[in-house]
């Protein structure tokens, strides 16, 4: 099991990463809520990660820290949440605000992410009730918007590649290229960076 990784960012490409650990290149996905908190190409980056082995791939999921590293380990233990689905939905929302959606019954804000029906986010807030019962979140607990980044944080790109760099994104998370391209198009302005852009659409689609 590789429980965690230290190492220098080699390429960033939402939601993937390829981090260099001692000469070896590692393949992570991560969800955007994490992705967008990792330092520059080039710097060094630590992430908590849970390793998937399948018949036909071996992948690497990699987390900021442990809490969302926790709740998808919890997400994919329900009936019919795989890693890809999981992926999705920590990338949609953060683990503070996916807690909060089970506890208080918010059914119609997980219904928006895709690959999440009603049946499915019924199901999510029967199953992961009692499992996140004391994560200590209440009515009243501010939710955070992880993927919201500052001026000086945010890594400007041109619009077209930010453009086709923030769909590409979005497809990753199941949207389809229709609901990508409508969504990214209508917050596309010059100087504006890719966290910024699928930040945006994704807001504008949950």
Request: hydrophobic share 40%; net charge neutral.
């Amino acid at each position: 099991m590789i429980g965690r990784l230290q190492g220098t960012i080699l390429e960033k490409q939402p939601p993937d990463l390829l981090i260099d650990v001692g000469g070896v290149g590692y393949e992570v996905q991560l969800p955007l809520t994490s992705f967008y908190e990792l330092p520059e190409v080039g710097k060094t980056a630590i992430l908590y990660t849970h390793f998937v082995v399948r018949e036909d791939a071996q992948l690497l999921y990699g987390f900021s820290n442990p809490t969302e590293r926790s709740l998808f380990r919890q997400l994919i233990k329900a009936n019919g949440v795989g890693p890809k689905l999981a992926l999705t939905i920590l990338s949609g929302m953060t683990a503070q605000h996916f807690v909060r959606c089970v506890q208080f019954d918010d059914i119609s804000t997980l219904i928006k992410l895709p690959g999440v029906g009603k049946k499915t986010a019924e199901r999510l807030v029967i199953e992961m009730r009692d499992r996140l019962k004391d994560w200590g979140v209440t009515p009243q607990t501010p939710v955070t918007d992880k993927l919201l980044l500052s001026d000086d944080e945010a890594i400007f790109a041109p619009p077209a590649t930010a453009e086709q760099d923030a769909i590409g994104a979005l497809l990753a998370l199941g949207y389809s290229q229709a609901q990508a391209a409508k969504a990214v198009k209508q917050y596309l302005t010059p100087g504006i960076s890719c966290e910024q852009l699928i930040k945006a659409a994704l807001k504008s689609m949950i």
